[in-house]
């Protein structure tokens, strides 16, 4: 069964920092490109960050470039997000998210963890 | 960046009813555009891919059509279960792959 579990959410001042993990089993982990999306609290699907399968290509939104670290562990089969100087609109619940890219189907997420709540408050 | 509208933001049918939520992308992506199903507490899951390619597991009740910039989700006869929101995502602007709004779905 393809699971995937994200923890290291929590409470946090603004500026602070936190490191959420995304542990992972069913599936062949190196094979595929992650994703994190985040959902505010009330709001919708915002996509934040993408990692390449050998983790050697990065991409994040505008809202955390230079902020947030998307990287991977293959050898453990998690992924990771590295979250610095953190804003109060960064509360949000994070998402990871297996993705399938075949040429001329495109992107899609298709195993989502469950999420795990980020709040920065003061 | 491509930007995603949903419409209606919201609507409340009945059970039986066939329910048509349509999503418009601010340039042509072709048929990269996926649909996603937001039950109340609980993560996202994948419905529909490129356009019209239902995700294994889906209920055949859910559709999907549509290219370039107008499309379309589809429930033939809408169940209890089909409560949630529903999310458009289009993945040709690689790699910000931008969802729409969201149209809540209440019964």
């Known amino acids: 069964e393809v699971q995937q579990l994200e923890s290291g959410g929590g409470l946090v001042q603004p500026g602070g920092s936190l490191r959420l993990s995304c542990a992972t089993s069913?599936?062949?982990?190196?094979?595929?490109?992650m994703t994190w999306v985040r959902q505010g609290p009330g709001k919708g699907l915002e996509w934040v960050s993408i990692i390449s399968r050998s983790g050697d290509t990065t991409y994040y939104a505008d809202a955390v470039k230079g902020r947030f670290t998307i990287s991977r562990d293959n050898s453990k089969n998690t992924l990771f997000l590295q979250m610095n100087s953190l804003r109060v609109e960064d509360t949000a619940v994070y998402y990871c998210a297996k993705g399938t890219f075949n040429v001329g189907l495109g992107y899609y997420m298709d195993v989502w963890g469950k999420g795990t709540t980020v709040t920065v408050s003061s | 960046d491509i930007q995603m509208t949903q419409s209606p933001s919201s609507l409340s049918p009945s059970i039986g009813d066939r329910v048509t939520i349509t999503c418009r992308a601010s340039q042509n992506i072709g048929r990269f555009l996926n649909w996603y199903q937001q039950k109340p507490g609980k993560a996202p899951n994948l419905l529909i891919y490129t356009a019209s390619v239902l995700q294994s597991g889906v209920p055949s009740r859910f559709s999907g059509s549509g290219s370039g910039t107008d499309f379309t989700l589809s429930i033939r006869s809408l169940q209890p279960e089909d409560v949630a929101t529903y999310y458009c995502?289009?993945?040709?602007?690689?790699?910000?792959?931008?969802f729409g709004q969201g149209t809540k779905l209440e019964i």
């Open positions: 069913g599936f062949t982990f190196s094979n595929y490109a």
């Open positions: 995502q289009q993945s040709y602007s690689t790699p910000m792959y931008t």
